[in-house]
């Protein structure tokens, strides 16, 4: 069985040996590469296209979702995972917005970590446990102030191919989720961000999460 291969980005080098022994001591996971600046990130995850990149959001110069946002724009299937110190819930959705695939909070990685790298790649959007409550709580409040209302803009299916675009998934997952072809997924995204008025993943992920499609 093929190992899940991680890029580790983190400005410190204790904290990356680290997670390589409790990465790689799984079993299931390879560490290709280390980095330690947003730049650095970049340049390693296009020569080595892991299937996950764990990101520190604290880096030095370009910050992790500075980084997070220029890898996406030339990889939007590339899975990121930010594992970070900051607990306040505007990271996270700073994170999300950029086209991240999952939240961890560094004080929990050694329980929460090997869950989360597992879930990012089997597709799945991955949010700290302790800030699961607060996604939950902000969908309930947004869907009192829209009761009622819907994504009127969109089609059933364009909402369904908007609400999996946001929680990560690629174009070809998309079509064997739905049961279409790999062209006509990418025929709805088009239809979708002409119907929206944006041209970036980000934007339609922050669109999904204001709508409470995710």
Sequence with gaps: MAKITVLLVDDHQVMRKGLRLLLEGNGEIEVLAEASTGEEAIELAKQWAPDIVMMDLGLPGMDGIEAIKKIKETSPDQKILALTMHEEALY???????????????????????????????????????????????????????????????????????????????????????????????????RIKEKLGVTSRSKLVRYAMEHGLV
């Design 92 to 190: 996270m959705e700073k994170v999300l917005a950029a086209g991240g695939n999952g939240f961890v909070l560094k004080r929990a990685a050694d329980v929460e970590l090997l869950s989360a790298i597992q879930a990012v790649y089997r597709g799945e959007l991955y949010v700290d446990i302790g800030l699961q409550r607060y996604l939950v709580t902000k969908a309930l409040h947004r869907e009192d102030e829209k009761k009622g209302s819907v994504v009127t803009e969109l089609t059933t299916r364009e909402s369904e191919v908007l609400k999996l675009v946001a929680l990560g998934y690629s174009n070809q997952e998309i079509a064997g989720k739905l049961v279409i072809s790999v062209k006509t997924v990418e025929n709805h995204k088009t």
